[in-house]
């Protein structure tokens, strides 16, 4: 075992600005971004795996309802909502995905159960909720996501003149709001998780990056892992997070290099966002090509963990 480890987090990235948020929403942000770190720390600092720590930090900012996945998870044209998840591992490269997951309250545990109890990678709708009912996976009534905030958010899109799905949207904050984390165990095991209620006012059953193997999601302990955040369409055509796994592994880009040219590739075709990426000794990177991305980060040197919001913090 080394002692080497690493944990990054997201919750979502967009036109984050400091005018637009309010002390006490920031504040709130804040503290729900370190309760999620916290919750992947503790897990790694005492030796646990990489997949349990994504997953603990993932399911506390599900459980919250001020991100875009789980218990905040935006509404579809329908008003229903309908979830994405995926997680990887690094080591086997096994992993697991949901989409379509309209009752369950935890998306990762339920990709994590795929992962580990199906012949299969991705679940997807009405058979996926057999599925997680046979594996005692919780389910909860429809009511149990439906927030106030974002039922108001898809009543402002509906009435809007294009009537477009959008991006998470809250007032002057236009924002992606997928939670993710990436992690590094003391055996050097790789693992990424990512989960999200998609975009407002979505049709046709739209399904994003988060349960695309790929695109949203990987992990490969030769190489680095990933989870992305932002405009769901541009990181399929792009298949950002293997991409820069093989940025690293073709090219042996850094983890910092590799992820500021995903970004790059992203601006290129008008896509935004961010990524949070660790390698398999421990560096972390997150950039972003807009104004702010949720997101914090610790490595086994670091005495706190870091929560940022802003570009340039
Ligand atoms: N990145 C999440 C989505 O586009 O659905």
Redesign the pocket.
Known sequence: MKNNFGIAIHGGAGTILRKNLTPKLEQQFRTALRLSIESGKSILENGGTSLDAVQAAVVVMEDSDQFNAGKGAVFTNDETNEM?SSIMCGKTLACGCGTLLRHIKNPIIFARTVMEKSEHVLLASDGAEQFAKLHDIEIVDAKYFHTKRRWFQLQVVKESDDNKAI?DHDGDNSK?G?VGAVALDKDGNLAAATS?G??TNKKYNRI???PMIGA?TYADNATCAVS??????Y?MRLVTAKDICDMISYKQFSIDLATKEAIKKLTAIDGS?GVIAIDNNGNIAMPMNCAGMYRASFSADDKEPSVKIFVEE
Do not use: I, R
């Open positions: 994405d991006l992606h997928t999200s998609g975009m994003g990056d988060t949203g992305t955040t932002g405009h769901g369409e990181f966002g």
